[in-house]
């Protein structure tokens, strides 16, 4: 879980990890080899407990990695998020991960409900 996933090289290139507001998160599962393909349901929760995006994934049987980066609309809440991935309502796995809030915007700090624009 993180952002800036680089699918050919299977790392991210966020180094630090951190996650604010306008970042496009990206969900990477690593599965072990299985003898039959299945349907897993990967879901998003925000910090009040909400489902932000729902979606299922077919693994092949011969797949060690699959990522998908979920259509959540920013900005994205802030506070602890979970990720859970399921299979026939069976958990498979979870994680949790922070949407740090956004502080400071071009090395400038932001006002109270100051309109961020998503211009570089």
């Not at 699959?66 to 991935?85: I, M």
């Amino acid at each position: 879980m993180g952002g800036d996933w680089d699918p050919k090289e299977r790392l991210f290139r966020n180094w630090g990890g951190m996650l604010g507001p306008r970042d496009e998160p990206v969900a990477v599962q690593r599965w072990s080899r299985s003898q039959s393909n299945l349907t897993a349901t990967v879901v998003w929760i925000d910090p009040t407990n909400v489902i932000a995006a729902t979606y299922d994934i077919l693994v092949d049987a011969s797949a060690e990695v699959t990522h998908y980066r979920p259509p959540l609309t920013p900005p994205l809440r802030p506070g602890v998020w979970t990720l859970r991935v399921l299979h026939h309502w069976s958990p498979l796995g979870q994680t949790s991960f922070i949407v740090a809030p956004l502080e400071f915007h071009k090395q400038q700090p932001t006002g109270l409900g100051e309109q961020i624009s998503s211009d570089p």
